[in-house]
């Protein structure tokens, strides 16, 4: 087990998915969020590592859905995807 692999699961980011649902482009999400576009491609891609709780709140916000919509827990070993949760 290395450093950073404490034997947990994955958080599987999702915003990309609904921005892709809604036809929001990472520029857009940048204009209506005020976050730099740079930071939407990463939140878009799921390229991310943590994220302010403001800044979860903030894209929540402006997409109209609850985090469980754009965050999912994913235990190790599990392989329901998250589009078929709930």
Known sequence: MD???YGQGDVIVMIGDVCK??????SRLAK???LSRPTCYKL???DIKRIELLTLALVCH???V???RVLYYQP???SAQ????G
């Open 3 to 5: 450093e950073n692999d």
């Open 21 to 26: 649902e809604r036809g929001i482009t990472p």
């Open 32 to 34: 209506a969020t005020g």
């Open 44 to 46: 878009m891609d799921g």
């Open 62 to 64: 402006v997409l109209s």
């Open 66 to 68: 609850p985090v469980s």
């Open 76 to 78: 190790r070993g599990d």
């Open 82 to 85: 998250p589009d078929k949760i």
